[in-house]
């Protein structure tokens, strides 16, 4: 079955500093690999998309991750947090362990920016 | 576009009351999926609805089920409810092979 770990339940970091969100994944199969955001009283959002194409992946709002199979890894990254960053982010992986159908959701990581 | 909407924001029932949940799927949208989110976890999925049938289900119980009508909104009804169902309920639609827009969710309470 598959499956995400994220690794911190909350990161703190200053504005301006940069952002590290890990996770990892495991899937029988090739996975699609995604990152949401959630914040206080709204949907989620999906921040970006990996689908077997590029393993760098760029996202809305300065954030990218890149997809290491060997590491079976999809960390989150920002080069400068700014304080409208502060929110709760999920890694979340789909595939043929579901049935591509379900998305299967991290626990979350609470990212928090102090000014 | 309005997107995903979903009705209604909050809701609290007492243990052993039913519940309906409703949503509305972002516009050229078709497949509707619900979600439970505990507090402090990530979403769980319950099922997928396409073309007016339950396509997948997730790890719940029979008393959750669901409806699609023929205008792609979705209903969730749980029966018997318990504690443990108190969560926030999501409603994501997409058109096929596109990517899941989620609602803002319903808050259930169950005293």
């Known amino acids: 079955a598959q499956s995400v770990t994220q690794l911190d339940s909350h990161v703190s970091v200053s504005e301006g500093t940069p952002v590290l969100l890990r996770c990892n994944y495991s899937?029988?199969?090739?996975?699609?690999l995604f990152w949401y955001v959630q914040h206080p009283n709204k949907g989620l959002q999906l921040l970006l998309k990996?689908?077997?194409?590029?393993?760098l992946v760029k996202g809305i709002n300065g954030f990218e991750a890149e997809f290491k199979k060997s590491e079976t890894s999809f960390h989150l990254t920002k080069p400068s947090a700014h304080m409208s960053d502060a929110a709760e982010y999920f890694c979340?992986?789909?595939?043929?362990?579901?049935?591509?159908?379900?998305?299967?959701f991290g626990s979350g990581t609470r990212l928090q920016v102090q000014p | 576009d309005a997107g995903v909407t979903q009705s209604p924001t909050h809701l609290i029932k007492t243990r052993g009351q039913q519940v309906t949940l409703r949503c509305s799927p972002k516009?050229?949208?078709?497949?509707v999926s619900w979600y439970q989110q505990a507090l402090g976890q990530g979403p769980q999925f319950i099922f997928q609805?396409?073309?007016?049938?339950?396509?997948q289900r997730g790890n719940f119980p029979d008393r959750f089920s669901g409806h699609q009508f023929p205008n792609y909104s979705s209903e969730l009804n749980v029966n018997a409810l318990l504690l443990g169902d108190s969560a926030l309920y999501l409603c994501?639609?997409?058109?096929?092979?596109?990517?899941?827009?989620f609602g803002p969710g319903t808050r259930l309470t169950v005293l």
């Open positions: 609805y396409y073309e007016e049938e339950e396509r």
């Open positions: 979340v992986v789909s595939g043929r362990d579901t049935g591509r159908r379900a998305l299967t």
């Open positions: 899937s029988s199969y090739s996975p699609s």
């Open positions: 516009s050229g949208h078709d497949t």
């Open positions: 994501a639609s997409r058109s096929r092979g596109r990517e899941q827009f």
């Open positions: 990996y689908t077997s194409a590029a393993t």
